[in-house]
């Protein structure tokens, strides 16, 4: 089991927000970062550090965090942001990494 | 820009050992600061860590996983590699190698993927 927690499925209406959010004792004490995978690929990072964005994510992107959640927002969803999201962090013992168990996110 | 390749078996045998290596280009494993990392993903499930090693050669492992996995460095070839010992079919999954910074767990490079079965 994973030490973050996902929602599995998030479904939002194109050019809409949507948030997708995660779960963990450890985000109180360590950032996340969040990928996009879409299918046969790999994954991408678009948010490390809270709120940065590599070169090439676009702005629409950005994250957050509040006590023991980050949160990832896609402001003016697009079609091929239809993807699975995860989110990852460090574990409550800081030595090991963890992922969320992904969230499926649909553009309807 | 670095890039990262997996290379290795598609098919491995229940009870031996799976082998894959990640060849690193556009810059040099012994470059301060990073930790080169596997991480899998089991057919329609999510992602799973399975541990890394840091340029110094320390090694972290999924506790999961602790007692089979073997994560090593080739500094001569530029490669890390990965050993699961004592597969069985629960190991049959897409196998990615990738690159963390310092905080260990911001993975910007990753390659693309191999795909490896446990089936005798």
């Known amino acids: 089991s994973s030490e973050l927690t996902q929602d599995p499925a998030v479904s939002v209406a194109l050019g809409q927000t949507v948030r997708i959010t995660c779960q963990g004792d450890s985000l109180r004490s360590y950032y996340a970062s969040w990928y996009q995978q879409k299918p046969g690929q790999a994954p991408v990072l678009v948010i490390y550090?809270?709120?940065n964005r590599p070169s090439g994510i676009p702005d629409r992107f950005s994250g957050s965090s509040s006590g023991n959640t980050a949160s990832l927002t896609i402001t003016g969803t697009q079609a091929e942001d239809e993807a699975d999201y995860y989110c990852?962090?460090?574990?409550?013992?800081?030595?090991?990494?963890?992922f969320g168990g992904g969230t499926k996110l649909t553009v309807l | 820009q670095v890039q990262l390749q997996e290379s290795g078996p598609g098919l491995v045998k229940p009870s031996q050992t799976l082998p894959l290596t990640c060849t690193v280009s556009g810059g040099s494993i012994s470059s301060g600061g990073y930790y080169w990392t596997w991480i899998r993903q089991h057919p329609g499930k999510g992602l799973e860590w399975i541990g890394n090693?840091?340029?110094?050669?320390?090694?972290y492992y999924n506790p999961s996983l602790k007692s089979r996995v073997t994560i090593s460095l080739d500094m001569s070839k530029n490669q890390f590699s990965l050993k699961l010992g004592s597969v069985t079919a629960a190991d049959t999954a897409v196998y990615f190698c990738?690159?963390?910074?310092?905080?260990?767990?911001?993975?910007?490079?990753w390659g693309q993927g191999t795909l490896v079965a446990v089936s005798s």
């Open positions: 550090a809270k709120n």
């Open positions: 990852n962090s460090r574990d409550s013992s800081g030595n090991h990494v963890v």
């Open positions: 090693i840091y340029y110094s050669g320390s090694t």
């Open positions: 990738a690159r963390a910074g310092t905080d260990g767990y911001n993975f910007a490079y």
